[in-house]
């Protein structure tokens, strides 16, 4: 049993103690996650705030050398089932002035860089992150958790970076349109060589 387990606190370990191998593959729900060979998950929860929780606890309990944040996005003209590789990340809910807390962040570039190579009919762009369907106003893909998963990992030093499927228009009211099932489908079909290519970047 981990220490979590055993006394329902995170135990702070330094980073040089974690294998440079080791990569922890994060998603909002498990039907969004493939199952572990060789690297670690982590079913974050819905909404930015359980994801920012639930990964900083993660992340103090046993940090990994660099995290792969995946799931299932909307998008406004992209069609389901495109790829999308997150090039920024915006946090649209936060309305205050950004003196007070980050409104956006950049992924780890090198992760980016590498995965846009590998995977170049994918889409590079900013995706935004709000804790309600079209709360992104002026982004082309959303999701609910990104900006929280990669700003847990800013604030513990280890590099990030975000991969989406799109499922969805993200103005599309009747959700039985929604390609949720094949796009979380995909995303696990494709976790095995994005782990492969974050990998080959932290060794």
Known sequence: MNALLRTGQPRILPYSSVSTHS????????????????????????GP?????TTARALALDPPAAILHVGIAGARTLPPLTCVIGTAS?????TV??????????????LV???REALPNAIGCPIGTSARVGGTSDHAVEAMEGFAVLR????????AAEVRIISNAIDEPDRT????????????SLTPRLVDIIAACVR
Request: with cysteine.
């Open 23 to 46: 990569v922890l593959v994060v998603a909002a729900t498990a039907g969004e996650l493939a199952a572990p060979a060789g690297w670690r998950t982590l079913v974050c929860g819905v």
């Open 49 to 53: 705030v359980e994801a920012a929780s």
């Open 90 to 94: 915006h946090y649209v809910d936060l």
């Open 97 to 110: 002035s950004e003196s007070f807390a980050p409104h956006a962040l950049t992924p780890s570039m090198p």
């Open 113 to 115: 860089d590498a995965l």
């Open 152 to 159: 847990a990992a800013q604030h513990a030093g280890i590099p």
């Open 177 to 188: 349109k929604w390609h949720i099932r094949d796009a979380c489908a995909e995303v696990i």
